[in-house]
């Protein structure tokens, strides 16, 4: 992979080859792959999904795995913690982002897709860390203070190859900021996911016995992020 953006909720993954055409291939539900010879420009690859789009939903929704992960850089809509938000656009000296109680409001300088998702995914790492403040002390005391251990620090960045990551070295979590589009009770259990494995760094039977004696409903919480 040479390059990567996002384009309608979607990372679209460039790798330039020897090639006279632009080949497109779903990689899974959140990844687009386009392989292009390298003259060929950003513009003109959005360009060619654009006329790619119906087929690619169609592909998506067969397989039953149509992104949720809508952030309004389509100009339609966004999902904010699985509530449906009107999406709007304004000119603004400066790019930020309003969030409302029913409606998200791009203040821009020049309309620009890529600027939308960084703002937008910005907006959600705040949100889910102010969340998470609350929700972590619980895990701090259940897991940290009955086996001595310390708290770990938690970040909040936009990551698309995992919903949440820990490193128990370093006492340190990391949560995907894509949770934002998701019931909460997914951001309660990738949180408990990565605090289990302060224990546990594998997927062993132990470490699920962890997971279950905090959350019995694991596996359900767990489906409804698989399927996105």
């Not at 992979?1 to 990372?11: E, I, V």
Request: hydrophobic share 35%; with cysteine.
């Amino acid at each position: 992979m040479d390059k990567s953006f996002l384009y309608k909720g979607l990372t679209i993954e460039i790798t330039y080859k020897r090639i006279k055409n632009i080949y497109l291939r779903i990689k899974d539900e959140h990844t687009l792959s386009v392989s292009c010879p390298r003259r060929v420009t950003l513009t003109e690859i959005r360009a060619f999904i654009d006329t790619k789009e119906n087929w690619i939903r169609k592909q998506l929704d067969a397989s039953g795995r149509l992104p949720v992960m809508r952030t309004g850089t389509d100009g339609l809509n966004a999902v904010w913690l699985t509530k449906e938000m009107k999406v709007s656009c304004v000119y603004g000296k400066r790019n930020r982002i309003e969030i409302r109680e029913d409606e998200i409001v791009y203040h821009l300088n020049e309309y620009d897709e890529e600027t939308m998702s960084r703002l937008f995914y910005n907006a959600a790492a705040k949100q889910l860390a102010e969340m998470i403040r609350e929700k972590r002390k619980y895990l701090d005391r259940v897991i940290c203070d009955r086996n001595h251990l310390r708290y770990p620090s938690i970040t909040v960045r936009f990551m698309t190859s995992r919903w949440g990551s820990c490193t128990p070295s370093s006492s340190s979590i990391r949560i995907s900021s894509r949770l934002i589009h998701f019931p909460e009770a997914c951001l309660d259990y990738v949180l408990l996911h990565e605090y289990a494995h302060l224990l546990q760094a594998n997927h062993s039977k132990a470490f699920w016995q962890i997971v279950g004696e905090h959350m019995p409903d694991y596996k359900a919480v767990s489906a409804v992020l698989k399927k996105a």
